[in-house]
């Protein structure tokens, strides 16, 4: 009694039923299954072949695999790509778990403007947050050491951000409020009556945490720091800021090295991304296991939801100040160093000396640099372009998966989920490889980029569509079928209006990661495409400190209105949930 | 006016394989009637609904209405449901949250092919939002309303359109008791003076007897009977329909003589013989089960005299329940206990004999193995 019938072919009688629904619903799929998979299979095709230059054509050879595989080189590379992702997904996952904790379960004072300020760090882009870090704790030029050796007076290096343990620390100071948001959707799915009657059972508070809690929330656990430790083994930008100049390499840096050698050796950083891909598909596949076990786990009753918090008594305080100064060191603190550097002109530490020279010079020379306008134009581009491509392409997907019994749809499903296994700059090589192969002018253009955006976010899109569709009960629509409407007209007045608030949510997200991204601009960028991203990563090449973080406070600040009114707007135009 | 004939649908499980949900079900409903699908959960009358309405497509059969062919799978014919003019109201209501009252109920005139003029529109909504007493309340945001002006704001928006056939999907099952009680009156008024021919869907029997001019019982995906209120309540024809369709004490019997013509015949049974009333033919020796509803038991502490065409059976009182309108009494006669209904000023107490008068008319046989 639960079948849909909308979806049924209808019987082929021709200039009836062949009309917009078919069109609509057969682009998106061509669309899908062209961005997810012909970029992968060009990159597996470029593994197998020797670097082309302009005596000898490419050759097939296995000789990337064996320069990959065979070298004592390529064993550290493996050791220090896991020991990095394993680093940063564990401490992330400690400090946002904690927290996520503490902000669900516990009753800290201001909880719900820490909920609200969660999504703040989301806005830095994780290279100003490096180079923030740099400016902090950079042996030479830091901040940290240079005002401990004054204050000691001497010479000694107090903190090395240039190191495995400062690449770990930023990574997993970065990916923290993820860990945050992740452990905060597990704990409001737990059903608190499970806590509740270990309460009445005589536990105290941390027999509650560890032995209910905990393990309730475990394979959520376990899910979200695999998403992490995929999520660092394909970060970029620490990994070439802080690892590259002291010779750490991961993967990543590894691949962007052997692009940008000369001759340009593709086929063996193709042989590095396709062990990359493999090692984060392993990842996602456990994720996605573990997560569609946790349903079995935690129990959403929905009804009467209102958890009891804990009680912490006076520690509470400390919980809430303990917030206070993870907030400080995530946002505040680079955002400030950020601010200070950008008013110097040659970059200093804070002192008194210093802040006779404040000037705005660096702003000055940013705007007049000719590419700046041409880098905002095209990252604001890209990323609505981008934001809304998605949106309307995964509305009609998530509508076939969720609402029609189309054979094939659970591969329409996968294919748009594909690309999360694809860290950013694997994505861009195997884009940049694809469209070098095929002639159809892109290559070079800021279009290639927006199918790399495009390919990249269709997944984050696509959780946002499916989540709301599954949300809009399907007698809305059929009530609208019966009312005599097309599936177009029951498409646009019905479904999308109710899918708004959703829509409106993933569209506010997409634009802010694509005005982030860079691991997949890296590679596909040329003069006259550069995107705000490429145009920081330009400075930091160039040691236009002051310069880049010029930029940085300009586009925080951008990211941060941006996100307030588009608040503002989802607000005010969204539909009330019904 | 509607014609569902043979009709099969069937969807894939879980699992792919194929679930027959509706199995030949075939029936007729006159213009202007009211006719009722009543069964229990997963008996098939919400699939059948849905496949008239054409949101689900069946494997075979023909659905006709006022020889109009809107599905038929010998001639290949399924008109999709936006072009059947079918009104309908769906379980949840379906009403679109980001539409007021007045948006909600345009929509169907402003989705059709030759749309009607603004004002044409909006004398029509109004219209229909007057009968269905909502027009005070045509601006409000449709998520602001009680449950049961949500359910008279889908019925508007079926209305609206002016459908050539009414189909309801459990209209009631949302709200409260004492207003479902209050719909059922409104809804029954409002079907007869529109004349309107409507299909109705439910699982609670007293809704169909209430409403309805015919009744469908359905059971795992057939229709077992198909009769009047009254036909179906008093005469059964199946363990199934007498089951489900009130409350009922049951006899395992062996008829002894199929006499006469005047659809009586005489059982043995655990009580002795009975007079009960036949009407499929019975032949001698055939087992049959009898139904006899607990309110046509009539108890009395003195044994009244038989009369011709009545059954006396002496028991004991074996337990009582006191409902406020009635008293129920269990009793028990040998190793058998009956339900009877009484009124509440019948005192006996526990443990006391008691007699039961019966109406032949009133103890069904039923065909059936014991």
């Not at chain 1, 564990?90 to 999504?119: D, H, M, Q, Y």
């Not at chain 2, 069937?10 to 202007?32: I, L, R």
């Not at chain 2, 107490?349 to 103890?363: D, L, N, Q, S, T």
């Amino acid at each position: 009694m639960n079948s849909a019938v909308l979806d049924a072919p209808a019987a082929p009688r021709p200039g009836l039923q062949i009309d917009t629904k078919w069109v609509v619903i057969g682009a998106c799929v061509v669309l899908v299954a062209w961005l997810a998979l012909v970029p992968l299979g060009f990159l597996l095709w470029q593994s197998f072949l020797t670097p082309q230059t302009a005596a000898k054509s490419a050759e097939f050879t296995l000789g990337n695999y064996v320069e990959a595989y065979s070298s004592l080189e390529t064993l550290r590379l493996f050791f220090n790509s896991l020991q990095f992702a394993l680093g940063a997904a564990l401490l992330a996952f400690v400090i946002g778990g904690f927290f996520a904790w503490v902000n669900e379960r516990t009753n800290t004072p201001f909880k719900a403007l820490f909920f609200a300020l969660s999504v703040i760090p989301l806005i830095i882009p994780g290279i100003l947050f490096t180079v923030s870090w740099i400016l902090l704790a950079s042996p030479k030029i830091g901040i940290i050491n240079t005002i401990l050796q004054e204050a000691f007076g001497t010479s000694i290096v107090f903190v090395n951000i240039y190191s495995m343990t400062g690449m770990i620390w930023v990574d997993g100071l970065h990916y923290s409020p993820m860990a945050f948001l992740l452990m905060t959707a597990a704990f409001r799915s737990m059903d608190p009556s499970l806590e509740e009657s270990a309460l009445m059972s005589g536990a105290t508070v941390p027999q509650i945490a560890f032995r209910v809690t905990l393990r309730l929330a475990w394979p959520a656990v376990l899910a979200s720091l695999l998403i992490l430790f995929v999520r660092s083994i394909e970060s970029f930008e620490v990994p070439a800021l802080l690892g590259l100049p002291v010779g750490i390499e991961v993967y990543t840096s590894a691949i962007y090295q052997a692009v940008h050698r000369y001759p340009s050796q593709v086929g063996l950083a193709s042989a590095y991304a396709v062990t990359l891909l493999l090692i984060a598909s392993l990842g996602i596949y456990f994720q996605s296991q573990l997560s569609s076990q946790s349903h079995r786990f935690s129990t959403v009753t929905g009804k009467g939801y209102r958890p009891r918090t804990m009680d912490l008594g006076r520690w509470r305080y400390l919980t809430a100040g303990l917030f206070i100064l993870y907030f400080f060191v995530v946002v505040a603190l680079p955002f400030l160093v950020l601010l200070w550097s950008s008013l110097q002109k040659y970059y200093t530490a804070p002192s008194f000396e210093a802040l006779q020279h404040l000037t705005l010079n660096s702003y000055r020379t940013v705007l007049d640099n000719p590419s700046f306008g041409t880098a905002v134009w095209n990252s604001l581009l890209l990323s609505l372009g981008c934001a809304t491509i998605v949106m309307l392409v995964t509305s009609v997907i998530s509508w076939i998966v969720i609402r029609t019994r189309m054979p094939g749809r659970w591969l329409l499903d996968n294919l748009t989920s594909l690309p999360l296994v694809f860290p950013g700059l694997v994505l861009g090589l195997a884009i940049m490889v694809c469209y070098l192969t095929i002639p159809i002018g892109v290559y070079g253009t800021i279009w290639i980029m927006l199918i790399a955006y495009i390919t990249r976010f269709l997944p984050y899109g696509m959780r946002y569509s499916s989540t709301s569709m599954l949300q809009i009960h399907k007698e809305l629509e059929e009530s609208a079928a019966m009312s005599g409407a097309s599936w177009g007209m029951t498409f646009r007045r019905v479904v999308l209006p109710l899918l708004k608030p959703g829509l409106i949510a993933g569209w506010i997200y997409v634009v802010i990661v694509s005005i982030r991204e860079l691991s997949s601009s890296i590679l596909l960028y040329s003069p006259g495409s550069e995107v705000v991203s490429i145009m920081i990563w330009e400075l930091w090449q160039n040691g236009q400190y002051v310069e880049l973080s010029a930029l940085g406070v300009m586009l925080i600040a951008a990211l941060f209105c941006f996100v307030l009114l588009a608040q503002f707007i989802g607000k005010k135009f969204g539909v009330a949930e019904a | 006016m509607l014609n569902v004939t043979a009709l099969c649908t069937e969807y894939a499980s879980a699992g792919g394989q194929p679930v027959k949900a509706a199995q030949d079900v075939t029936f007729e409903v006159p213009a202007g009637k009211l006719f009722t699908l009543l069964g229990p959960s997963g008996c098939g009358k919400t699939t059948t609904l849905r496949s008239i309405a054409g949101l689900e497509r069946p494997k075979t059969g023909e659905v006709r209405v006022a020889e109009r062919v809107v599905f038929s799978s010998e001639q290949g014919i399924f008109v999709p449901p936006n072009q059947r003019n079918f009104g309908m109201v769906f379980q949840s209501y379906a009403i679109w949250p980001h539409m007021n009252v007045f948006q909600n109920v345009a929509f169907p005139l402003e989705v059709r092919k030759q749309r009607p003029s603004r004002k044409e529109i909006a004398d029509k909504v109004m219209r229909v939002l007057g009968a269905v007493q909502l027009e005070e309340l045509a601006e409000r945001d449709a998520t602001k309303l009680s449950g049961g002006q949500q359910q008279r704001l889908a019925l508007a928006r079926a209305l609206v359109m002016e459908p050539q056939l009414l189909l309801l999907d459990e209209p009631l099952s949302n709200l409260d008791a004492k207003l479902r009680h209050r719909m059922r009156f409104e809804l029954k008024r409002m079907q007869r003076d529109l004349n309107l021919t409507t299909i109705y869907v439910t699982h609670d029997q007293s809704e169909a007897l209430a409403l309805s001019h015919e009744i469908a019982v359905m059971n795992e995906g057939r229709i077992v009977q198909i009769g009047s209120p009254r036909d179906i309540y008093e005469r059964p024809r199946d363990r199934f329909v007498a089951d489900f369709v009130g409350t009922t004490n049951f006899l395992d019997a062996t008829v002894i003589s199929a006499n006469s013509g005047n659809g009586r015949c005489q059982v043995s049974t655990r009580f002795g013989a009975l007079d009960v009333q036949c009407d499929e033919p019975f032949r001698q020796n055939d087992t049959l089960v009898v139904s006899i509803r607990p309110e046509d038991i009539e108890l009395s502490e003195q044994r009244p005299d038989r009369i011709d065409g009545e059954n006396i059976v002496a028991g004991t009182v074996h337990a009582k329940a006191f409902l406020g309108e009635y008293l129920d009494f269990q009793v028990k006669v040998g190793e058998n206990i009956l339900l009877a209904r009484a009124h509440p000023s019948l005192r006996t107490p526990v443990g006391e004999p008691i007699h039961m008068r019966m109406k032949a008319e009133k103890c069904v046989a039923i065909p059936g193995a014991h």
